[in-house]
């Protein structure tokens, strides 16, 4: 509800879903980032101009930790059913997890661990870090898991209008149009969606597309290794070599599942 009450029932929720996932990170993980995430309201100054939910990393000396922010300036764009995705998205095990071990890591230049950002590579893991929770059993009310499958949708939908705008040559309202019927999203919010693709083309697209490809180097791993495979181990090589264009991901995987093989 549009009440301070509302905002601090959201505001709790938030900080239980990172809370009880950080209790789950070592069944997912073997190398955890130093610095904490914690879960902060969005400041009143900015809230008019701030997206929905974010991450803001750590400072790279341990002074700060990583910030989940959510904005809480109208509840009515807030959908409960879609925090608890949100939360795994921008916190953990998403952004968080890929973000702040980067930061930590030795032997790489700065820009590798600083400034680096292949699109595909980081909203795809964080695509992939709404499902892994999924995967051992978090999601417990199925309305989170539907506003879960529902951000995955519109990822896919992204896709179609993406590719129809600056490959088809659709317009703007036959792109709006395709978001309303394929997506649970509001007008406003397809409308929103879609001015923001005429103006960062293809950025869109790399939330699925690296997503699956994760998955596919997942799979394939999975069927080399057999009862060998450790999604730990999996993740380990995904994030301790920085943010990495997709070719370069495939052939650390590759290497990886070589060395496991006899």
């Given at each position: 509800p549009e009440t301070d009450q509302g905002r601090a029932k959201y505001l709790a929720k938030a900080v239980q879903i990172v809370d009880e996932m950080k209790k789950r990170l070592d069944e997912l993980f073997l190398t955890k980032p130093k610095a904490d995430i914690v879960?902060?309201?969005v400041e009143k100054f900015r809230e008019s101009s701030a997206g929905a939910a974010f991450y803001q990393q750590p400072a790279p000396d341990g002074s700060r930790p990583g910030m989940?922010?959510?904005?809480?300036?109208s509840m009515h764009d807030q959908p409960?059913?879609?925090?608890e995705a949100l939360a795994h998205h921008e916190g953990i095990p998403g952004h968080h997890m890929q973000i702040a071990i980067a930061q930590e890591l030795t032997g790489i230049p700065k820009f590798r661990?600083?400034?680096?950002r292949f699109t595909a590579y980081t909203e795809g893991w964080g695509l992939y870090s709404e499902l892994t929770p999924k995967e051992i059993g978090m999601y417990h009310?199925?309305?989170?898991?539907f506003g879960r499958l529902s951000l995955e949708l519109l990822r896919a939908a992204r896709l179609v209008v993406d590719t129809g705008m600056h490959a088809k040559k659709w317009t703007r309202e036959e792109a709006i149009d395709s978001l309303k019927q394929n997506t649970p999203n509001s007008e406003g919010d397809c409308v929103d969606a879609i001015n923001r693709y005429i103006v960062m083309p293809s950025q869109a697209t790399a939330y699925k597309i690296g997503m699956l490809k994760i998955l596919e180097l997942r799979e394939k791993a999975k069927r080399a290794l057999g009862a060998k495979f450790d999604i730990r181990q999996f993740h380990e090589v995904v994030l301790t070599n920085g943010a990495l264009p997709l070719d370069v991901l495939e052939?650390?995987?590759n290497r990886w599942i070589k060395s496991k093989q006899p």
């Open positions: 879960v902060k309201a989940f922010y959510v904005n809480l300036r409960v059913y879609e925090l661990k600083l400034g680096a009310d199925p309305y989170s898991d052939d650390l995987v």
